[in-house]
């Protein structure tokens, strides 16, 4: 074969044609092989659909509906779903409707109260009742205080009652006389006359000659008469008696006690005939065991404290708020109403369900401990003491969803203290203990301890995919708990259908919020606006919030207009003013590179100096900066340096695409010699990061160039990554890198031979403006797309790439520069090859890399 010229151009260029820069909107109802960003979208059918669609589904979710009917229908424990790529109000909406039309069709669940527990007021009772039977249960035994209130003080005013009451009196009354008569007449007997003090005291009075002394003096005088013996026995008599008279007025209150006792059984047996007849009648409409035994301990406690029933309010207020203040009556000098007064007989309704027809279905927007699962509120009363009872157990979210389907946020909850530990002990037990969160155990103030509550809920959360892979790997229970996973796609193929429903949909907006009419052009940008956001002309996104607020804006420049329809030029307006509104950064970047302050050539060619490409995010938008990127050579044994990696302004991705490069180079040009030399290779004017593998085949051309000699273009960048068998790989980023070295190009100045060099798997994903094409079609701009080194080499420097035994070609050229370089560090002596060796490991070892800027 003989030897071509080194200088050698290439009959052929793989330059990209203008159609292929960009699709047009996929049309309504196509036939797949169409579908494939080629066909033009057609006008009058978008405008139709937009006049005529209503499309509330989500886009292209159906993997995802389907996972979440799955979950719901499913009634078994961990059967709850992870809902991942939830972004909008509107597609939570779409979740929430799915629920409400199961939740419709599933039977009502059940009301749950508490009640209070009169054998340990500290461990208040759960009671399962029908559907509405929990405010019915509360209304009811508010009747029924209301009803002994009323019915039992004119039970005590009863004749009969009275009679009997009375009888009793006198009954007790003619014992005790006969007990003290008896005692007075032993007392004569042996003496002495029992007389009463004006204090109440009973005073013995020894008799004289069987009669009682008529004056004090007269016993006196009697007394001094008698013999010191007499007067001892007397004495002891009148001792005997005192004890006697103790005894008897131990049986008198004995007596008494029969008589309260014998009393309160009357009271109990006529309060009894009042209140069970009542008792009876609730337990019968009830028909619930556990209701039953609820009732028959309230009316065993009535019957027990029947006088709080008589007493009037004013005087009971206090004993009453000492038993159960309310918060009217700490608050307020207003009398306490009688539920106040009778808080033992209240019902607390934590799960109403009264007027539902199917079970409920709870959002929580706000997932706190105290919204998911409620709290036991105390009080303080004015003398700054705490209390609390089972009226004032609050139920939350998960209570209220109890037999439905309770849907929150877990990126949410999880950061809420307390929230993600109790979420899973009540998953995995299917009980729930109201309590309040108390973060400090030792400070806790609630006594009360509520029985748990059998709770039977579908949960739904709604989370990111790095939240949902963060729990199922490092906590074991996760994957049992929440068994299926429904993800949201962000993209979905651009067919017909999606066409259809970004049309529907930008029609039925204008109709909700009064937006002009949409023509086919309009819809068409805006169904390639979902192309470029999906980054593939044959996907676009399935999110509609963009895609909401980017026919908002066109309105808006169209109403500025006075246009009586949003036409396509209204939403090219509108994509250029978003630019306009966030592009600074870039514009000055490229006012740097026009007047010199970065370097970057457009112009002539260069050995080891090459273009490459960027994408950097400022927040909300993303925009392609060229820089300049060298490539030196030197005799060594050091491989290519990363100056990037070694002064720790590199990231690992980027790393490894410049290890890729010795791989290349071992590989093509090291299977007979070994690839002996030192080179490094540098992002010039690069002072914070980098990281990304797509500068990878740039920074190979540029060392190709620098060791064939041959000069690369400079007015072309270069994109793309590569793999060690010189394949160049797909990189993200495209557009935006194509326009950003466009705008730079126009800012500097067009010469009609710029251009870009991407990797031909990118062809799909390119969905550029209407400048950057205009300018293809006029020959002022070039994109180039290739599939190996050798292609992108040959557009670069205008020689072949052939191979390494072909001379005149890059292979060639460079697998002798790489001999040269072996043959001569072997030709030298041995120290002086040592101190190159120490030379070239004299550079720090490399760390960990600072924070990159995100170039792809």
């Not at 820069?21 to 579908?35: D, F, G, R, T, V």
């Not at 209301?146 to 019915?151: A, E, K, S, T, Y």
């Not at 009393?263 to 009830?286: N, V």
Request: contains cysteine; proline residues 6%.
């Amino acid at each position: 074969m003989a030897p071509k010229n080194e200088n050698e151009p290439i009959a052929r260029e793989p330059e990209l044609a203008p159609a292929e820069l960009k699709p047009a909107a996929p049309p309504a109802a196509l036939a797949p092989a169409q579908l494939r960003g080629i066909s033009p979208v057609a006008p009058d059918e978008l405008e139709r659909l937009a006049r005529d669609g209503h499309d509330h589904q989500l886009l292209g979710q159906g993997r995802a509906l389907d996972a979440i009917r799955l979950g719901i229908g499913i009634d078994a424990p961990g059967y709850n779903v992870y809902v991942s790529g939830l972004r909008t109000r509107e597609e939570r909406d779409s979740i929430l409707l799915l629920l409400r039309e199961r939740a419709a069709a599933a039977p009502t669940p059940g009301d749950w109260v508490y009640v209070n527990n009169f054998r340990a007021a500290e461990a208040p009772i759960a009671l399962a009742l029908a559907p509405g039977q929990g405010a019915e249960f509360r209304q009811r035994m508010r009747a029924l205080v209301g009803f002994v209130i009323d019915q039992l003080p004119k039970a005590f005013r009863r004749e009969d009652f009275g009679h009997e009451r009375t009888a009793l009196r006198d009954k007790y009354n003619k014992r005790a006389k006969e007990l003290f008569g008896n005692f007075e007449t032993r007392a004569r007997e042996r003496g002495f006359a029992i007389q009463s003090a004006p204090g109440g005291q009973v005073m013995f009075i020894p008799l004289v000659r069987g009669k009682t002394p008529e004056s004090p003096e007269d016993l006196q005088r009697e007394m001094a008469a008698l013999s010191d013996d007499e007067k001892e026995r007397l004495g002891q008599v009148q001792g005997e008696l005192q004890t006697e008279l103790g005894n008897l007025m131990m049986r008198q209150q004995e007596l008494m006690q029969e008589l309260m006792a014998d009393i309160r059984a009357i009271e109990r047996a006529f309060a009894a005939r009042l209140i069970t007849p009542a008792i009876a009648s609730l337990k019968t409409h009830f028909d619930n065991p556990a209701v039953a035994a609820y009732l028959d301990d309230a009316a065993e406690h009535m019957l027990s404290h029947l006088e709080r029933f008589r007493e009037p309010a004013g005087e009971a207020r206090l004993a009453d708020e000492a038993r159960a203040p309310d918060m009217e009556s700490v608050t307020s000098a207003a009398q306490p109403t009688e539920a106040a007064r009778f808080f033992e007989y209240q019902v607390n309704v934590v799960v109403d369900n009264a007027g539902r027809s199917g079970a409920p279905v709870v959002c929580e927007d706000a997932p706190t401990y105290r919204n998911l699962f409620g709290t036991i509120e105390r009080w303080i009363d004015p003398l700054g003491r705490a209390g609390t009872n089972f009226t004032r157990i609050i139920p939350g979210s998960f209570m209220k969803a109890h037999g439905g389907f309770l849907v929150f946020d877990l990126e949410d909850a999880a950061v809420e203290p307390g929230v993600w530990k109790t979420l899973k002990r009540i998953l995995k037990t299917g009980r729930m203990t109201p309590e309040t969160f108390e973060p400090f155990p030792f400070l806790a103030l609630s006594g009360l301890k509520p029985e748990p509550i059998e709770i039977r809920n579908k949960v739904i959360v709604l989370g990111g995919a790095q939240l949902y892979n963060l729990l199922y790997f490092y906590d074991s229970e996760f994957g049992g708990l929440f068994k299926v996973r429904a993800e949201i796609l962000p993209v979905i193929g651009a067919d017909g259908e999606s066409a259809a429903h970004y049309a529907a949909r930008v029609g039925e907006l204008a109709r909700r919020e009064k937006l002009p009419a949409f023509t086919g052009g309009a819809l068409a940008r805006v169904v390639e606006f979902g192309m470029r956001m999906a980054g593939d002309r044959a996907r676009v996104v399935s999110l509609m919030e963009p895609i909401d607020d980017l026919a908002r804006e066109a309105a808006y420049f169209a109403r500025a207009a006075n246009a009586a329809a949003v036409n396509a030029e209204h939403v090219d307006r509108a994509l250029d003013e978003r630019i306009l509104r966030r592009n600074f950064i870039e514009e000055e970047i490229r006012r740097l590179i026009a007047n010199g302050t970065i370097i970057v050539n457009l112009d002539g060619r260069a050995a080891g100096q090459i273009n490459g490409l960027a994408v950097l995010d400022v927040g909300g938008y993303s925009f392609g900066r060229p820089s300049r990127v060298t490539a030196t050579v030197a005799l060594g044994q050091s491989g290519v340096i990363n100056i990037e990696r070694e002064s720790h302004l590199s990231g690992a991705t980027h790393d490894k695409g410049v290890m890729i490069l010795g791989g290349f180079l071992r590989a093509r040009f090291g299977q007979q010699n070994p690839v002996a030399m030192t080179a490094s290779i540098c992002f010039e004017q690069s002072y914070s990061g980098i990281d990304g593998d797509s500068a990878s085949s740039t920074e190979l051309y540029a060392l190709l160039s620098a060791l064939s000699g041959v000069p690369i273009r400079q007015d072309l960048a270069v994109t793309g990554s590569v793999d060690q068998y010189g394949q160049v790989q797909a990189i993200g980023g495209v557009n935006e890198k194509i326009e950003g070295f466009y705008r730079v190009c126009k800012a500097v100045g067009l010469t009609g031979h710029q251009g870009v060099m991407a990797p031909r798997a990118n062809l799909r994903n390119l969905m550029l403006d209407y400048d950057t094409i205009e300018a293809v079609k006029q020959g002022r701009f070039h994109i180039y797309t290739v599939d190996s080194i050798d292609q992108g080499i040959e557009i670069l420097t205008g020689v072949r790439a052939g191979a390494i035994d072909e001379p005149g070609t890059i292979n060639y050229l460079v697998a002798r520069r790489l001999r040269e370089m072996g043959e001569r560090l072997r030709e030298r002596p041995p120290a002086e090859t040592r101190v190159i060796h120490e030379q070239a490991a004299a550079a720090p070892p490399s760390g960990p890399p600072g924070p990159p800027e995100p170039p792809r």
